[in-house]
T-cell receptor, first 112, second 115 residues
Framework: DAKTTQPNSMESNEEEPVHLPCNHSTISGTDYIHWYRQLPSQGPEYVIHGLTSNVNNRMASLAIAEDRKSSTLILHRATLRDAAVYYCILMNYGGATNKLIFGTGTLLAVQP | SQTIHQWPATLVQPVGSPLSLECTVEGTSNPNLYWYRQAAGRGLQLLFYSVGIGQISSEVPQNLSASRPQDRQFILSSKKLLLSDSGFYLC??????????????FGPGTRLTVL
């Protein structure tokens, strides 16, 4: 499974944008880039995913580099409720199903 | 809308005792189902997944087993718990039909402490 590299932790101020980077230099042409986040004592929550083009949804934006070797999750205005561990995961349909292989993620702290 | 339930929410069990954790999904048919474990301070580890009734794939050799007796029911079991089985157990489901673009939806989890 292709691996991703993320900073262990980042800090942001409330109501400011946050850019969470992810490197995936060994990504294959059919790997989708997924982002999930996990709030304390909860299960992970889907945030966004993309393949080649930038993506936007109500939670965040995903900017994908042209060579697809890196991506950035953008939270446009961080709130205290965005404090969580953010996971960048590559998903490829393999065998019978898609599998999420979680790394250690980025712990985002949001300061008021 | 779809919902996923897990119970119990918390569990404290002695070493050597059996375990049964249950996960059920509502509002969808023939989902893919997954069991993950998160040890304290660690990332999530995929334990089992199932693409249909009676079909179980194990990702990691361990002291646990899984079963899927009904379409939307997934059970995680152990005959004899070890201390190392302590952790946060999460069940998830997905549609399973979108290659590479499948989204997984997680339940609230069961926090298991083995003493």
């Amino acid at each position: 499974d292709a691996k991703t590299t993320q900073p262990n932790s980042m800090e942001s101020n409330e109501e400011e944008p946050v850019h969470l980077p992810c490197n995936h230099s060994t990504i294959s042409g059919t790997d989708y880039i997924h982002w999930y986040r996990q709030l304390p004592s909860q299960g992970p929550e889907y945030v966004i995913h993309g393949l080649t083009s930038n993506v936007n949804n109500r939670m965040a934006s995903l900017a994908i580099a042209e060579d697809r070797k890196s991506s950035t999750l953008i939270l446009h205005r961080a709130t205290l409720r965005d404090a969580a561990v953010y996971y960048c995961i590559l998903m490829n349909y393999g065998g019978a199903t898609n599998k999420l292989i979680f790394g250690t993620g980025t712990l985002l702290a949001v300061q008021p | 809308s779809q919902t996923i339930h897990q119970w119990p929410a918390t569990l404290v069990q002695p070493v050597g005792s059996p375990l049964s954790l249950e996960c059920t999904v509502e509002g969808t048919s023939n989902p893919n189902l997954y069991w993950y474990r998160q040890a304290a301070g660690r990332g999530l580890q995929l334990l089992f997944y199932s693409v249909g009734i009676g079909q179980i794939s194990s990702e990691v050799p361990q002291n646990l087993s899984a079963s899927r007796p009904q379409d939307r029911q997934f059970i995680l079991s152990s005959k004899k718990l070890l201390l190392s089985d302590s952790g946060f157990y999460l069940c998830a489901w997905s549609v399973g039909s979108l290659a590479g673009a499948d989204t997984q939806y997680f339940g609230p989890g069961t926090r298991l402490t083995v003493l």
